[in-house]
């Protein structure tokens, strides 16, 4: 078991990439705490049958300062941390209002600030005696990784992501903290499928976001959870301030 006695908390676990990690975290053995702002979606989370690890589930909205530090304070030091919550919006800086620069940014970007805020001071304390913990946060191909047409606020947000993924890597680095970021391509997911759905001609906007993976098709969960559990794993202990990316090709 690679994640044998680590405690991992997942945000925005209740779907998509977030959830399918909790599980393959749980699965390597890991003690996972699974957190969303949908406490509906977190139903049947800690049920599902793991190999091995466990996972609890808390209602946790990122956006929530408080309600971040209420957690911090009945947890356990952390092991791990992966923060996956995020949001995609669609549209070029023409479309783009400050209201949705600014809810991008407080999504994709601030709750991170939020939850390393609240989670790191545990973990560098936990570093003092494992020599090793690591953060994950969710970023982005579309990032200062590559440009795509109407992923303005997204793309600067995860642009972002990575340079506030280095700064703590940097920071941080000789106490036992790592901090790396994942930069997938699409993936298909719930809110993926939302977007095609409400596109004004959702049979093209599918085709065409299969049409930009060079391998033909659009990244599963399950493509992308193999690098979530080796960036929180020990394995990966000489990888810090990384941009994973893991888009099949794509930004060749
Ligand atoms: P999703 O969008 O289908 O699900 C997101 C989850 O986040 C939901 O369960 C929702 O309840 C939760 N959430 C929303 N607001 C929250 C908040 N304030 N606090 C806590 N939880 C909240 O999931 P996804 O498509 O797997 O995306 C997850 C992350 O991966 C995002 O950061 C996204 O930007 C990133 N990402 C997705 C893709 C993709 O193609 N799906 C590609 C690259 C990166």
Not at 57 to 76: F, Q
Not at 201 to 206: F, G, I, N, T, Y
Request: aromatic share 6%.
């Amino acid at each position: 078991m690679r994640l044998k006695d680590k405690t991992v908390l997942v945000t925005a676990a209740g779907q998509g990439i977030g959830r399918a990690s909790a599980l393959a975290l749980s699965a390597q053995g890991a003690h996972v705490i699974a957190t969303d702002v949908n406490e509906e979606a977190l139903r049947g989370l800690a049920s599902e049958p793991t190999a091995g690890g466990s996972v609890e589930t808390h209602r946790l909205d990122v956006l929530d300062g408080a309600a971040i530090a209420d957690l911090a304070k009945r947890l356990p030091q952390l092991d791990g941390l992966f923060n996956c919550a995020g949001y995609v919006h669609n549209g070029s800086i023409l479309d783009c209002e400050e209201k949705d620069w600014d809810f991008s940014f407080d999504l994709n970007v601030k709750a991170m600030y939020r939850t390393l805020r609240l989670f790191l001071p545990g973990m560098l304390e936990r570093a003092t005696t494992t020599g090793n913990v690591s953060i994950l946060n969710m970023a982005s191909m579309a990032s200062s990784v590559k440009g795509f047409p109407n992923r303005f606020a997204y793309g600067a947000s995860k642009a972002a992501v990575i340079g506030l993924t280095k700064a703590i890597a940097a920071d941080f680095l000789k106490q036992g903290v790592r901090c790396n970021c994942l930069c997938p391509a699409t993936v298909d997911t719930p809110s993926l499928r939302e977007r095609i759905a409400a596109s004004p001609d959702p049979v093209q906007a599918q085709k065409d976001f299969v049409a930009r993976q060079p391998m033909g098709r659009l990244a599963l969960v399950d493509d992308i959870t193999p690098m979530v559990v080796y960036v929180l794993s020990d394995e990966s202990r000489f990888v810090t301030g990384q941009a994973m990316l893991v888009d099949g090709g794509v930004t060749i």
